[in-house]
């Protein structure tokens, strides 16, 4: 079993900044990739940024040049460091961690953090 927790969301202005972190812990499976997604109220769920555990990234077209992804494999834990925030970066950022087993693919899932962009 896998458990992601997530810290670092909160309310923010216009403008500033955050630091997602999120803590993997158990049978952490490698290679794997692990991702930020968000889920704003009454949209679906959308990537946000992902990092493999050779150091690739990918990025939505939204938060590029914004957001960056980064990942400490020695600790399994991957920040998301949020800047130039918007409003429409309102939403409720959720932690995956998704790897392959003999061609089974297996995705966790954190809790979710709340990130509110408001002034």
């Known amino acids: 079993q896998v458990r992601l927790v997530e810290s670092g969301g909160g309310l923010v202005q216009p403008g500033g900044s955050l630091r997602l972190s999120c803590a993997a812990s158990g049978s952490i499976i490698s290679p794997n990739a692990m991702g930020w997604y968000r889920q704003a109220p009454g949209k679906e769920r959308e990537l946000v940024a992902a990092v493999s555990s050779g150091g690739s990234t990918n990025y939505a077209d939204p938060v590029k040049g914004r957001i960056t992804i980064s990942r400490d494999n020695t600790k399994n834990t991957v920040y998301l460091q949020l800047n130039s925030l918007k409003p429409g970066d309102t939403a409720v950022y959720y932690c995956?961690?998704?790897?392959?087993?003999?061609?089974?693919?297996?995705?966790?899932w954190g809790q979710g953090t709340q990130v509110v962009v408001s002034s």
């Open positions: 995956n961690l998704g790897f392959k087993v003999l061609g089974r693919q297996y995705n966790y």
